[in-house]
């Protein structure tokens, strides 16, 4: 049994979802001890918890100790059964991260799937649905499995009731050489709101232009018809050749509207400079699929402490070799072999 201890490196929820994917590809157990012990409430959260409950429903797993605010978990893995699944969160909690630790075993699964998650589509402190399904499964798909996803309704927090839709096709994972992202194809500018005043979405857009200088025709305010509860979120996307990046942020209470456009837009403008095939979001998520391909490279910003801390993880499970080069640029390369 792989012992883990949940309060290195990153210290967060995903320690517990990368080694929750890598137990069910492996088939090799492991207890987690100190679950996100250093996140201001430390334990299962909802979503976390949603995770677990979920990689258990697609193998015949069992899980001790997993309940709300759990601190250790012994997760013993069964066989992955493709299927059609429905999972939900029951809060705003990110049903995009729920994702992250279902789809690896599901594209090595034994035929396809489906899945219906519901919860937070767009949360705080987590990838939008919008960067899952224009930035992250373009290149799953690309590596040979087939992975589409559609947005039923949003969900913001606190209510959430968001509902997304994914069909998995499994297929072998081929290793790929991610490191020129092209040529510019094109930018968009999104500010999504539900049941709160229009000029909040208008000032964040006013501000995001004043960094990026991107014509009015790149940029939209849009109402969510029926929305559960107040919410709101600005995303920014950059469509090169290779890769497509998504850039967020979602409003919240004491944080100007003003100033969420604007570091959002220097956060895009940051990336388009920096010429890295991957941000900071899709270098933590390209990992595990290029490690279950046999190899692969990228090359990204600075790497967080996310990546770091999930390289740590995979290298518990598999046997590769993970190394992050710091090039004369200012980019990394991030190789898996």
């Not at 883990?4 to 137990?23: C, F, M, N, P, Y």
């Not at 809060?91 to 219906?116: I, K, N």
């Not at 095939?277 to 967080?304: H, I, K």
Request: aromatic share 6%; proline share 6%.
């Amino acid at each position: 049994m792989i012992i883990i201890d949940g309060s290195e490196g990153e210290g967060g929820g995903q320690v517990l979802r990368t080694a929750l994917s890598l137990s069910l590809v492996t088939g090799q157990a492991f207890r987690i001890d100190n679950i996100r012990a250093k996140r201001e409430k430390p334990g299962l959260m909802r979503q976390h918890l949603t995770a677990v409950e979920a990689a258990c429903a697609i193998s015949g797993a069992t899980a001790d100790g997993a309940a709300i605010g759990a601190s250790c978990l012994t997760f013993t893995p069964g066989r992955v059964r493709a299927g059609d699944y429905t999972f939900a969160v029951g809060t705003a909690g990110s049903t995009g991260l729920v994702l992250q630790a279902l789809l690896p075993p599901l594209l090595l699964a034994d035929g396809p799937s489906r899945l219906v998650l519901e919860g937070g589509t767009h949360a705080h402190a987590a990838p939008p649905y919008d960067f899952t399904a224009a930035t992250l499964l373009p290149l799953l798909s690309r590596m040979g499995p087939t992975v589409t996803a559609s947005l039923v309704r949003p969900g913001f927090y606190p209510v959430g009731g968001g509902r997304i839709e994914v069909s998995v096709t499994p297929g072998p994972l081929r290793p790929q050489e991610l490191v020129e992202r092209g040529a510019l194809r094109g930018v968009r500018g999104r500010a999504l709101l539900s049941n709160l005043p229009a000029n909040i979405a208008e000032r964040e857009v006013a501000a995001a232009r004043q960094v990026l200088g991107w014509p009015d025709e790149a940029w939209a305010v849009e109402t969510v018809a029926e929305g559960r509860g107040p919410g709101n979120i600005l995303m920014l996307s950059a469509c090169f050749d290779q890769v497509t990046e998504v850039v967020s942020a979602v409003g919240r209470i004491g944080l100007r509207a003003e100033d969420i456009g604007r570091q959002t837009a220097n956060r895009l403008a940051g990336y388009i400079a920096s010429g890295a095939f991957a941000g900071p979001y899709l270098a933590d998520q390209l990992l595990l699929p290029l490690a279950l391909a046999g190899g692969g490279c990228f090359t990204t910003v600075r790497p967080t402490q996310h990546s770091l801390t999930g390289a740590a993880i995979i290298r518990r499970f598999l046997d590769r070799d993970i190394q992050f080069q710091a090039r004369e640029d200012g980019t990394h390369l991030v190789t898996v072999a």
